[in-house]
């Protein structure tokens, strides 16, 4: 091949239609005017970084087969007050084994690339793993025995981890100068989990010390709201608005409900934690109202945003975490009822309708949530392993093409029709519609599993693995 | 040297680019219009790219893909990719074929 003997720039001849690269035939971009390059992390820098998260996300998947098996051989345990040690233990397996583990990956994925910088310490982030994975399993079985020393040991082994977490967190977003509110939900998610561990702690030493002249029940709601809002909603009300118009071809037109999203929620957190720790109902249900409004805020500015997209079809997993978000709203709403003061479904007096409201809440809206972006984050992970070191030596395919669509829109239908049977059985106390309520979660989950093995699959290294 | 040898030769380049996939869209980087232009200088070669955000997690494996892509064909000895964010990428910049692929075509209202 000959080369030209001097510089030659044109348009693309495969673009179906001229973009306006393409209009004149040449690039706007000459030598003389290009702006000065940028440069990107390494890809070897990617290559570690991808195996913390992904590492964090079969962990998470391996948790996610536990909890569902431990919901569907014991149904009965929904039926239970949830302060019961069997639901506080089922509702541990798949706070802390599933959702935090999948949210705290996807946090180390998630933060470098959307504060385009590395984590402050990968080392940090792998003693985080080694900690988490020893101290879940220990705090389950803790639970189990209702055995609150030894819960005492394997909490403080998770705060040690989840401190570490926090700090990588915030040094991450403190070196970038990034001031943002993707940058904030990070650092304060991270703020709010660690505080949620350290409330936890506290109140496992408040059963032997008793420093805390507090109901222990009014406790473990306000322990409870602590980390759901606090972590979980935090967190999403951030980074949904970087995430969702990256996989979308969207755009964020408007920060400014993000931000007032954000804000009601963490001052409706601020009023909402001390109120329901010291059972003051109409305080409690103002700062509610406060959450509640940060999320109908935040999910409208997710519409608008939605409603920019290029990319009109929608992955199952963008589906979901969309329903997830819808019932989180509704759940805040159920929220509301419940600490109305003197409501007939006031959760103090009865005891029961807490659990409709813990279902609804973790595995109406928190599941779909957490596994829709699992379906996101784990086959762009696996690509990123697989694919990404061969793209441009040989075809590689997307990271959509690792999974299988059709059974991810099954595995979440059987799982709102699980959610369905499951709220209607535990607000009727009925066993049947419990276990029947259980079986399907675990189809759906089943479905999921099979959907990530078969994507996990792509890390085996073989000659063929190209598409 | 001809013309039509030069042009072949920068076709050749777009058709390597071209053969490049986004892991999220699976569309052609360059009918995602991440490519801005392609220079070459006998076997020097210039690429000026973009990504559809800067924070794009693949960013970096797409970028060393599309050198390692270019840089692999015949005649062709040093690559120099320049990643730029000015202009910035915008959906308005997707081909025809792509909006297509992400149902944003014309037929589709938008």
Same mark, same amino acid.
């Given at each position: 091949?000959?080369?030209?003997?001097?510089?030659?720039a044109?348009?693309?001849?495969?673009?179906?239609a001229?973009?306006?690269?393409?209009?004149?035939?040449?690039?706007?971009?000459?030598?003389?005017?290009?702006p000065?390059p940028?440069s990107?992390?390494?890809?070897s820098?990617?290559a570690?970084?991808?195996r913390?998260?992904?590492a964090f996300?079969?962990?998470?998947?391996?948790?996610l087969?536990?909890?569902?098996a431990m919901?569907?051989?014991?149904?009965?345990?929904?039926?239970l007050?949830?302060a019961?040690?069997?639901?506080?233990?089922l509702?541990h397996?798949w706070?802390l084994? +599933?959702?935090v583990?999948?949210?705290?990956?996807?946090?180390?994925q998630i933060?470098?690339?959307a504060?385009?910088?590395?984590?402050?310490?990968?080392?940090?982030?792998?003693?985080?793993?080694?900690?988490?994975?020893i101290?879940?399993?220990g705090m389950?079985?803790?639970?189990?025995?209702?055995d609150?020393?030894l819960?005492?040991?394997?909490?403080?082994?998770?705060?040690?981890?989840v401190?570490l977490?926090?700090l990588?967190t915030?040094?991450?977003v403190?070196?970038?100068g990034?001031r943002d509110?993707v940058?904030?939900s990070l650092?304060?998610?991270?703020a709010?989990?660690?505080?949620t +561990?350290v409330?936890g702690?506290?109140f496992a030493?408040?059963?032997?010390?008793?420093?805390?002249p507090l109901?222990?029940?009014a406790?473990?709601r306000?322990?409870?709201?602590?980390?759901?809002?606090?972590?979980?909603v935090?967190?999403?009300?951030?980074?949904?608005?970087?995430?969702?118009p990256?996989?979308?071809?969207?755009?964020v037109?408007d920060?400014r409900p993000?931000r007032?999203g954000?804000?009601l929620?963490q001052?409706?957190l601020?009023?909402?934690a001390?109120?329901?720790?010291w059972?003051?109902g109409?305080v409690?249900? +103002?700062?509610?109202?406060?959450?509640?409004a940060g999320?109908?805020?935040?999910?409208?500015?997710?519409f608008d945003t939605?409603?920019?997209?290029?990319?009109?079809?929608?992955?199952?997993?963008?589906?979901?975490?969309?329903?997830?978000?819808?019932?989180m709203?509704?759940?805040?709403?159920a929220?509301l009822?419940?600490i109305?003061?003197?409501?007939?479904?006031?959760?103090v007096s009865r005891?029961?309708?807490?659990m409709?409201?813990?279902?609804?809440?973790l595995?109406?809206g %928190?599941f779909?949530?957490i596994?829709?972006m699992?379906?996101?984050?784990?086959?762009?992970?696996?690509?990123?392993r697989?694919?990404?070191p061969?793209?441009?030596?040989v075809?590689?395919?997307?990271a959509g093409a690792?999974?299988?669509?059709? %059974?991810?829109?099954w595995?979440f239908?059987?799982?709102a029709?699980a959610i369905?049977?499951?709220i209607v059985?535990v607000?009727?106390?009925?066993?049947?519609l419990?276990?029947v309520?259980a079986?399907? %979660?675990?189809?759906g989950? +089943?479905?999921?599993?099979?959907d990530?093995?078969g994507v996990l699959?792509?890390?085996r290294p073989?000659?063929?693995?190209?598409? | 040297?001809?013309?039509s040898? =030069?042009y072949e030769t920068?076709?050749?380049?777009?058709?390597?680019?071209?053969?490049?996939?986004?892991p999220?869209?699976?569309?052609s980087? /360059?009918?995602?219009?991440?490519?801005? =232009?392609v220079?070459?200088? !006998?076997p020097d /070669?210039?690429?000026?790219?973009?990504l559809?955000?800067?924070?794009?997690? =693949?960013?970096?494996w797409?970028?060393d893909?599309?050198r390692?892509?270019?840089?692999?064909l015949p005649? /062709?000895?040093?690559?120099?990719l320049?990643?730029v964010?000015?202009?910035?990428w915008?959906?308005?910049m997707l081909s025809a074929?792509a909006?297509?692929?992400? !149902?944003c !075509?014309?037929?589709?209202g938008?």
């Amino acid at each position: 091949m000959t080369a030209p003997s001097s510089p030659t720039a044109i348009g693309s001849p495969f673009s179906s239609a001229p973009s306006p690269r393409c209009e004149t035939g040449a690039s706007p971009l000459t030598a003389a005017s290009a702006p000065r390059p940028v440069s990107l992390p390494g890809p070897s820098w990617l290559a570690a970084q991808g195996r913390l998260p992904l590492a964090f996300m079969i962990l998470a998947l391996g948790w996610l087969a536990a909890a569902t098996a431990m919901t569907a051989l014991a149904p009965a345990t929904l039926a239970l007050p949830h302060a019961a040690p069997a639901a506080v233990m089922l509702a541990h397996a798949w706070v802390l084994g +599933v959702f935090v583990t999948v949210a705290v990956g996807a946090i180390y994925q998630i933060a470098p690339v959307a504060l385009s910088t590395t984590m402050w310490s990968e080392r940090c982030g792998w003693a985080h793993l080694w900690l988490h994975t020893i101290a879940v399993p220990g705090m389950i079985v803790s639970f189990a025995r209702w055995d609150m020393a030894l819960l005492g040991h394997f909490g403080a082994l998770f705060a040690l981890g989840v401190g570490l977490f926090g700090l990588n967190t915030w040094k991450t977003v403190r070196r970038c100068g990034a001031r943002d509110v993707v940058a904030l939900s990070l650092v304060l998610s991270a703020a709010w989990l660690c505080l949620t +561990v350290v409330l936890g702690l506290a109140f496992a030493a408040n059963r032997f010390w008793h420093f805390i002249p507090l109901d222990p029940l009014a406790l473990l709601r306000a322990h409870a709201h602590v980390g759901l809002i606090g972590f979980f909603v935090t967190l999403l009300q951030g980074v949904t608005f970087r995430l969702v118009p990256m996989f979308t071809l969207a755009e964020v037109r408007d920060w400014r409900p993000v931000r007032v999203g954000l804000g009601l929620s963490q001052f409706g957190l601020l009023g909402l934690a001390p109120a329901l720790a010291w059972n003051r109902g109409y305080v409690a249900m +103002v700062c509610a109202s406060l959450v509640l409004a940060g999320l109908v805020t935040s999910g409208w500015a997710l519409f608008d945003t939605l409603s920019t997209r290029r990319k009109r079809h929608l992955d199952p997993g963008i589906r979901a975490f969309l329903a997830g978000g819808i019932v989180m709203i509704v759940a805040a709403a159920a929220g509301l009822l419940l600490i109305f003061p003197a409501t007939p479904w006031d959760s103090v007096s009865r005891g029961f309708n807490g659990m409709v409201y813990a279902v609804l809440v973790l595995l109406g809206g %928190l599941f779909p949530l957490i596994a829709g972006m699992l379906c996101k984050v784990v086959p762009f992970l696996t690509w990123m392993r697989a694919y990404g070191p061969k793209v441009g030596r040989v075809p590689t395919p997307a990271a959509g093409a690792l999974t299988h669509p059709r %059974l991810e829109t099954w595995a979440f239908r059987t799982h709102a029709a699980a959610i369905a049977v499951l709220i209607v059985g535990v607000a009727t106390q009925n066993l049947t519609l419990l276990r029947v309520g259980a079986w399907t %979660l675990a189809l759906g989950v +089943v479905l999921i599993l099979a959907d990530m093995a078969g994507v996990l699959k792509h890390l085996r290294p073989a000659p063929t693995q190209t598409k | 040297m001809t013309p039509s040898a =030069s042009y072949e030769t920068t076709d050749a380049i777009w058709r390597a680019l071209a053969s490049i996939l986004d892991p999220e869209f699976g569309i052609s980087i /360059v009918d995602l219009g991440l490519i801005y =232009s392609v220079e070459r200088s !006998g076997p020097d /070669v210039r690429v000026i790219m973009t990504l559809t955000t800067p924070t794009c997690p =693949s960013g970096a494996w797409i970028c060393d893909g599309a050198r390692a892509a270019v840089q692999q064909l015949p005649g /062709v000895e040093n690559v120099r990719l320049g990643l730029v964010f000015e202009p910035q990428w915008t959906p308005q910049m997707l081909s025809a074929r792509a909006q297509h692929e992400l !149902g944003c !075509g014309a037929e589709h209202g938008r």
